[in-house]
């Protein structure tokens, strides 16, 4: 079974301020996904990362995943309050069949940036 | 980018209906979507794969004679909650990735808030 750990789960930060969210997971996969939910609506896509040492930057984020060790990090610079959301990291398993289960999501991380 | 639509946003109803919700895929085909639900607070956990023109697969502990799953076209599947309970109160919401099952990108639908008093 496919397991996906997630840390911090809540986190208040100050803008102005860095920080990382860590996600792990428990079983072999190349294909990790990050994304952003605002309370109420349904999830926004962030990054796309579909091999080791896959680095996406947009922004003040920077995702990165390392499939060795079996995590992904979501990396804030700089952060400001139009960042406060609830963070997931999601992992997709395909067969060598060619087909795919869902996606098994981390259970996500609170931020709250405080001015 | 490819598009998902669900409808409806929002549903409110009596115990003991049947609600029906709609996840179009609108600018591409898919052979695959998926239904997930959000309880408040918590992250998204996956009730069932639907595969166009097959039965859907469901979760464990997901129950099928409850959660009817329809995928009759490759731009549409439905989701019927059948005789809802305040328990089925939650976020449902959908996805579907490019057909050929690249899964390189997953869209996902609004969401539908379903209500059940």
């Known amino acids: 079974e496919l397991k996906v750990e997630q840390n911090p789960l809540f986190l208040s930060m100050q803008e102005g301020k860095n920080y990382t969210i860590y996600c792990n997971y428990s079983?072999?996969?190349?294909?990790l996904y990050w994304y952003r939910q605002d309370p109420g609506k349904s999830l926004e896509s962030l990054f796309v990362l579909l091999s080791n040492g896959a680095v996406k930057q947009e922004g003040r984020l920077m995702a990165s995943l390392d499939t060795k060790a079996r995590l992904s990090t979501l990396h804030i610079t700089a952060a400001v309050h139009d960042l406060s959301a609830t963070y997931f990291c999601?992992?997709?398993?395909?067969?060598?069949?060619?087909?795919?289960?869902?996606?098994?999501f981390g259970k996500g991380t609170h931020l709250i940036i405080q001015p | 980018g490819a598009v998902v639509s669900q409808h409806p946003s929002w549903v409110i109803c009596k115990s003991g209906t049947s609600v029906k919700i709609e996840c179009r895929s609108l600018?591409?085909?898919?052979?695959?979507m998926f239904w997930y639900r959000q309880f408040p607070k918590q992250s998204l956990m996956l009730m069932a794969t639907s595969n166009e023109g097959s039965k859907a697969t469901y979760e464990q502990g997901v129950e099928k004679d409850k959660f009817l799953i329809n995928h009759a076209s490759l731009t549409l599947s439905t989701l019927t909650v059948t005789s809802a309970h305040p328990e089925d109160s939650s976020f449902y919401i959908c996805s579907a990735g490019p057909i050929r099952g690249t899964y390189n990108e997953q869209f996902f639908g609004p969401g539908t808030r379903l209500t059940v008093l």
């Open positions: 600018d591409f085909q898919a052979t695959t």
């Open positions: 999601a992992v997709l398993l395909i067969y060598s069949g060619g087909g795919a289960d869902g996606l098994t």
């Open positions: 079983t072999t996969s190349d294909r």
